[in-house]
């Protein structure tokens, strides 16, 4: 499974960005994909998930501002950022969880946040 993130750049506070997340296999193999970010000199922390069936989930921090969604039929996850805030910069990855277990990452994409 190959992933490719895209949409992250720069923005001022307050703004908002929409990241996208291409898988190379058929979204119906996938049972959970999800967003994970890592700020400079941090771990990698986990943002916001969704089931197959679309049932989302959210890292505190981030709930009411983002909005996680995918779409089977492209087989592609996006998450809608509103409100960013600097404490948001980071570099962010999406994550596919097969059905048979297996973990794939894609490529960072960098989102800053700053005036």
């Known amino acids: 499974v190959q992933l490719q993130a895209s949409g992250g750049g720069l923005v001022q506070p307050g703004g908002s960005l929409r990241l996208s997340c291409a898988a190379s296999t058929n979204f119906k193999s996938i049972a959970v994909m999800g967003w994970y970010r890592q700020a400079p000199g941090k771990q990698r922390e986990l943002v916001a998930t969704i089931s197959y069936r679309g049932t989302p989930n959210y890292t505190d921090s981030v709930k009411g501002r983002f909005t996680i969604s995918r779409d089977n039929a492209k087989n592609a996850v996006y998450l809608q950022m509103n409100s960013l805030e600097p404490e948001d910069t980071a570099a962010y990855y999406c994550?596919?969880?097969?059905?048979?277990?297996?973990?794939?990452w894609g490529q960072g994409t960098l989102v800053t946040v700053s005036s």
């Open positions: 994550k596919a969880v097969h059905f048979n277990g297996g973990n794939y």
